[in-house]
């Protein structure tokens, strides 16, 4: 009889990355509209991807299943 494997939450595979050390990479948001009004310093923060925080690690790691 085959055992059932978890699947992994898709959506969640798509925006968050694991790193090396298995901490969990993500990009930020307010990024994708109304960007006029935002400053340019503030737009270049926004580009660079951060890790998460630890109250969401173990969520986030159970649905990407690692």
């Known amino acids: 009889m085959a055992k059932n494997k978890m ?5 969640a595979m798509k925006r968050f990355k694991l790193t090396g050390s298995g901490k969990v990479k993500r990009s ?9 009004k935002k400053s ?5 923060g926004l580009r ?10 173990k969520r986030i790691k ?4 690692k």
Do not use: P, Q, Y
């Not at 930020?28 to 006029?36: E, M, N, P, R």
């Not at 159970?62 to 299943?65: A, E, H, K, Q």
């Open 28 to 36: 930020k948001a307010f990024k994708s509209h109304i960007l006029t």
């Open 40 to 44: 340019a310093k503030r737009k270049r």
């Open 62 to 65: 159970s649905v990407l299943n």
């Open 7 to 11: 699947k992994s939450h898709r959506g």
């Open 48 to 57: 660079t991807a951060t890790l998460l925080s630890s109250a969401d690690l």
